[in-house]
């Protein structure tokens, strides 16, 4: 009996103990559930009002440290790379390419590549000098651009009066504009230039406003008109002349439009004055013309200060040159420029060649992009997206002893949002000292930013697993 009441005493200690858990429990689960439902609502208000800045510490802070302690080193890495970069492009630049010793008899003369305006070689091609009527290119093509060529042209007393060479026109008569670019170029016509400048600009010192204004758009360095023909001439601003480098640019420049390349390859050229009454020939005095195979264009020059000048231009295959000579030769020694221009024509055509130093099939790892929004609805996610470089030809002259060099500047990360062919890098070619491309790097795909609204769809859903987890324990406890 005793037994029996001390089994029953315990029984009873059991249950009451076993209630008292359970009543326990539920009190524990119901402050939980109550403090998420605070956590959730806080979050609400703070994702309506469009506000991350406090955001509970269990989010906001540690997402933040976590981009802050991966990108931190990432960033240090990124600085280091752009500035290894650019001391390698400081270390590039320094190093000049040597260049061979050609016999020459001009004083100044300069080889360009047309295309790219590098030049090739040079001797005192940096000089500023008299230049003669290698003017003319500068005159001619000025008024390709800003005159009409079937515009009349009336000859002014000052055009008239202009010393040999010169086409013989008196004052009154008129001509076609067209003729008279073939009288300034095939015959270097000094009165034609005048009558020329006049026309298309009203005076030769508005004219040669616009010869320099041109010559400043082409990138001369050290170039300054005074007259449309060459002839020699200073003010108080400066002597008329040019360097050998910036002839070379006007060059190519000109060697770009057809009626240009037209004119001065014509081997002769007949005309009239508008009335009729006289009649004029003009022949092509430019002899390198026939001595190599694809020379395209030129122009010759003589003052006595200027001494013989010349620019001329030849072309083969993918490969255009361009010859500028200064003061090369005075009486009796007209035909050094042509020696001078053969020998560097020919440096150019054996040394140089159009080769593809482009880089295909690089590739580059996925960056990582910070704030991203995650894109499998976790809260801790890292986003990347890969990066895309479009292939392309890329062809430079270069001789075969030459190198190419890439400077790559890619970041380790970037911010979001991100859209698909943004760029956000570029990889930058280097010839020597001078940049010859640049590719840019883009992002292959969109990445939105993390909005605080994110935030508060993730807490949303958070809420309803964690009320549907505490129901079912409280169906289960019951």
């Known amino acids: 009996m005793r037994i029996r009441k001390i089994w029953t005493i315990c029984h009873q200690e059991q249950i009451w103990k076993k209630k008292k858990k359970q009543k326990k429990s539920r009190q524990y689960q119901e402050a939980g559930f109550g403090s998420r439902i605070l956590l959730f609502a806080l979050c609400l208000i703070l994702g309506i009002a469009g506000s991350m800045s406090v955001i509970p510490a269990d989010i906001s802070d540690m997402q933040k440290e976590s981009v802050e302690t991966e990108a931190q080193p990432e960033q240090e890495a990124a600085v280091q790379v752009n500035a290894l970069a650019a001391q390698n492009v400081m270390n590039q630049t320094q190093a000049v390419t040597e260049q061979p010793e050609i016999t020459l008899y001009a004083r100044s003369a300069v080889l360009m590549d047309a295309d790219s305006g590098r030049v090739l070689y040079e001797k005192n091609g940096y000089e500023h000098m008299p230049n003669a009527s290698t003017t003319k290119i500068m005159t001619c093509i000025l008024t390709l651009e800003q005159g009409n060529l079937d515009d009349e042209v009336e000859v002014s007393s000052y055009a008239a009066s202009m010393p040999k060479v010169r086409l013989g026109m008196a004052l009154g008569d008129t001509f076609h504009l067209r003729d008279l670019l073939y009288s300034l170029m095939l015959e270097s016509h000094n009165d034609s230039a005048v009558a020329i400048a006049e026309h298309v600009a009203g005076s030769v010192e508005k004219f040669a406003e616009m010869m320099n204004a041109k010559a400043k758009e082409l990138g001369c360095k050290d170039t300054y008109f005074i007259t449309p023909n060459g002839l020699d001439s200073q003010n108080e601003t400066g002597v008329h002349g040019t360097t050998a480098e910036d002839l070379a640019k006007i060059m190519s420049y000109c060697i770009k439009n057809e009626t240009f390349l037209e004119i001065t390859r014509t081997a002769s050229y007949q005309f009239t004055n508008l009335k009729g009454t006289k009649s004029y020939s003009c022949n092509n005095h430019n002899a390198f013309l026939q001595m190599m195979e694809g020379a395209l264009s030129g122009k ?179």
């Open 300 to 478: 010759t020059g003589f003052t006595g200060n200027a001494g013989y000048c010349y620019v001329g231009a030849l072309r083969q295959g993918e490969r255009t040159f361009v010859v500028a000579l200064l003061a090369c030769g005075w009486p009796n020694n007209k035909t050094y420029k042509w020696a001078d221009a053969k020998a560097l024509m020919n440096y150019g055509l054996e040394q140089y060649q159009k080769m593809d130093v482009y880089e295909y099939d690089k590739t580059f790892s996925p960056v990582k992009v910070i704030d991203a929004e995650p894109e499998n609805g976790r809260l801790y996610q890292e986003v990347t997206v890969p990066l895309e470089i479009e292939d392309k030809k890329l062809l430079v002259l270069k001789r075969t002893d030459e190198e190419v060099k890439t400077i790559y500047d890619v970041p380790k990360t970037v911010e979001a949002p991100v859209a698909e062919g943004q760029k956000v890098g570029s990889v930058r070619y280097y010839l020597g000292e001078r940049e010859i491309a640049e590719i840019p790097v883009c992002v292959g795909r969109n990445v939105k930013k993390q909005q605080s609204s994110w935030y508060r769809d993730y807490l949303l859903k958070l809420f309803f697993l964690e009320k549907e987890l505490y129901l079912e324990e409280e169906k289960n406890i019951s």
